[in-house]
């Protein structure tokens, strides 16, 4: 498996040859899967550089994207990020949310099936994951298991197991359907208690238990793709700084297990 870390805009303060110089003493780290606000133009020249330097390096680079609205012009900005990064950009995108099942499962079909065909027929060097939500009051946020006639309905559609989410919700993280490992290309993992979600796992985490099970689980299923350390790195600590220093040091202690 290829570790990465997760960057938004909370890390974006983190100047990139700094970065750099501490991933290069980290070869446990193997990349990033980046969130950036498409509204802000900063945030999108952050991710142009960064692209850059990922190709320089030799780092893999994946985005976390939030395409509802704009699809072609976020669709064309990631094609040309995969130009600067030099390789074929992965996409993890949230499906739809909706007040039930049936229409979220209706409306992140469409919406899938409009950003895979306008991918094939512009020949863009992308592709597309979707990631199972956890639940929240009052919506229908589509789970591991209601995501599966999603990807049956669209064979191009990649998935990526957020196996915190699963946790949180269902706890059945080991209970994986065959089409879900046959298109599995991207995994989250991050901890959680009753105040906080997205925190960083540590060996005396409450549910180090689950998380062994599943990071075993990848390991037998042969699964070779990336994992993504998806934590708040505002949790991490006070400064930059040091909110890196103990990011690093959290995904060497992972990396043990994978």
Request: glycine share 2%; charged share 25%; with cysteine.
């Amino acid at each position: 498996m290829n570790l990465l870390l997760y960057l938004d805009k909370n890390a974006f303060g983190i100047a990139l040859p700094d970065l750099l110089d501490k991933i290069k003493k980290s070869s446990w780290v193997k990349g990033f899967e980046v969130n950036i606000d498409f509204s802000n133009k900063e945030e999108q020249k952050y991710l142009k550089d960064l692209a850059l330097m990922c190709n320089k390096n030799n780092l893999i680079l994946q985005v976390h994207a939030h395409i509802v609205d704009e699809m072609i012009e976020q669709l064309a900005f990631y094609h040309e990020v995969s130009s600067i990064y030099g390789k074929t950009l992965n996409m993890v995108n949230h499906p739809i949310a909706s007040e039930n099942i049936y229409l979220a499962q209706e409306k992140t079909n469409i919406l899938f099936s409009k950003i895979l065909n306008y991918i094939y027929d512009n020949k863009f060097n992308l592709t597309i994951s979707i990631e199972n939500l956890s639940s929240r009051a009052n919506t229908v946020r589509l789970s591991k298991k209601l995501l599966l006639p999603v990807l049956s309905n669209n064979e191009d559609l990649n998935f990526t197991y957020n196996i915190g989410n699963e946790l949180r919700d269902y706890g059945k993280i080991t209970d994986v359907d065959k089409l879900f490992m046959d298109r599995l290309n991207n995994v989250h993992i991050y901890s959680f208690d009753y105040k906080k979600i997205h925190k960083s796992i540590i060996k005396s985490d409450v549910h180090m238990t689950d998380f062994i099970k599943a990071l075993s689980f990848l390991k037998q299923n042969n699964y070779k793709g990336n994992l993504v350390l998806d934590y708040d790195f505002s949790l991490l600590g006070f400064s930059n700084e040091e909110r890196l220093d103990k990011l690093l040091e959290n995904a060497k202690f992972i990396s043990e297990y994978i």
